[in-house]
């Protein structure tokens, strides 16, 4: 079965600063999408970014882009700029046309 | 206006009873997913539905039933319920199919099995 790990289980930032989340997976499939999500205190799930594994370019979404190493089964986030708004739990995804896989998730405190 | 809907946001109810979680999407999203979070925030896919016919089926108990009466809609049956069943359930929606992984997801169904 798919893993993904989350080594993180929290990272804070200061306001403005970049911070970078990491996220590793293990798979055997060739296709395949990656994600991270988003979940405020609200508790509503956000999906902040998508990355489909042959697309070899990183994906990015304003202040949000990732790091996506294939070989090294590696797909960090990286946060430019952050915002008080920015803090939430943050999920890995991993998902084929067979399984979905999710991590346990990076908690991330902005300080001000 | 709402894209991902779902009733009620929060049911609380007696070990054994059964009960149902519904979920509609006015994205014209061609699937629907079912997802549980538990008290430690870990999350789990449950089932997901691309036009109508069920395509990932997780390991879940087959007291947990998805029904899909129409593209917008997936809702989901409970049966005999357990104290463990007490989690999050959040519905999801996606345009495509099901290996995209879901994009719009609903505010959350809290249960609470007492």
């Known amino acids: 079965a798919q893993t993904v790990t989350q080594s993180q289980p929290e990272m804070s930032v200061q306001e403005a600063e970049t911070v970078t989340l990491s996220c590793t997976y293990d798979?055997?499939?060739?296709?395949?999408?990656l994600f991270w999500y988003k979940q405020p205190p609200s508790r509503q799930m956000i999906l902040v970014i998508r990355q489909e594994a042959y697309k070899q370019q990183n994906a990015t979404e304003n202040r949000f882009s990732v790091n996506f190493q294939k070989a090294a089964k590696s797909f960090s986030l990286k946060i430019s700029d952050s915002q008080l708004g920015d803090a939430a739990m943050y999920f890995c995804a991993y998902h084929d046309s067979h399984d979905m896989r999710f991590g346990a998730g990076t908690r991330l405190t902005v300080k001000p | 206006d709402t894209a991902v809907s779902q009733t009620p946001k929060y049911l609380v109810t007696q070990m054994g009873n059964d009960k149902s979680i519904k979920c509609e999407q006015n994205?014209?999203?061609?699937?629907m997913y079912w997802y549980k979070q538990d008290s430690k925030k870990f999350l789990k896919i449950m089932f997901s539905?691309?036009?109508?016919?069920?395509?990932i089926n997780e390991t879940v108990p087959n007291r947990f039933s998805p029904k899909s009466p129409d593209k917008a809609h997936l809702n989901l049956h409970i049966n005999s319920l357990e104290l463990g069943d007490s989690a999050v359930y959040f519905c999801?929606?996606?345009?495509?199919?099901?290996?995209?992984?879901?994009?719009?997801f609903g505010p959350g169904t809290r249960l609470t099995v007492l």
């Open positions: 539905y691309n036009n109508k016919e069920l395509i």
């Open positions: 798979t055997s499939e060739s296709d395949y999408y």
């Open positions: 994205l014209g999203h061609d699937t």
């Open positions: 999801a929606s996606s345009q495509g199919g099901t290996s995209g992984g879901a994009e719009f």
